[in-house]
């Protein structure tokens, strides 16, 4: 696209990059402080992503060995009252997101029910 078919349309209808240069676009941020702060703020949401992903595959693979070992045994896979206790915890310390978030989990470490 020509410098001139750019800056014939508003600004707002422009490409990204035929618009003046903000602070920061990937941070969103309007001043070189926000971005600042946005973009250390966002090192730690990765680190603590990196950690929780972590966590996630470690419990997938203590709740596999509990499975294995009660299916071994002649049990089933499922354990619904453990894991309405799990629920319960979850929703009492989060909210009813926390439901949500524990269903996933659930799923994540014994497959859908
Ligand atoms: C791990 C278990 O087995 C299954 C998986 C659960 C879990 O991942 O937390 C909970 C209950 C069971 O459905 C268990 O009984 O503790």
Do not use: F
Request: aromatic share 0%; with cysteine; glycine share 10%.
């Amino acid at each position: 696209m020509s410098a001139k078919t750019a800056t014939a349309r508003p600004a707002a209808t422009q490409p990204a990059t035929a618009r003046p240069a903000a602070v920061s676009p990937d941070t969103g941020a309007r001043t070189a402080e926000a971005a600042g702060v946005i973009t250390d703020a966002r090192e730690r949401i990765d680190d603590l992503d990196g950690r929780i992903i972590g966590l996630v595959q470690e419990r997938m693979a203590v709740s596999a060995v509990i499975q294995r070992e009660r299916i071994g045994s002649g049990g089933r896979r499922v354990n619904l009252s453990r894991e309405m206790e799990i629920l319960g915890h979850y929703r009492d310390q989060l909210g009813k997101p926390g439901t949500a978030l524990a269903m996933t989990l659930l799923e994540l470490c014994r497959g859908r029910v």
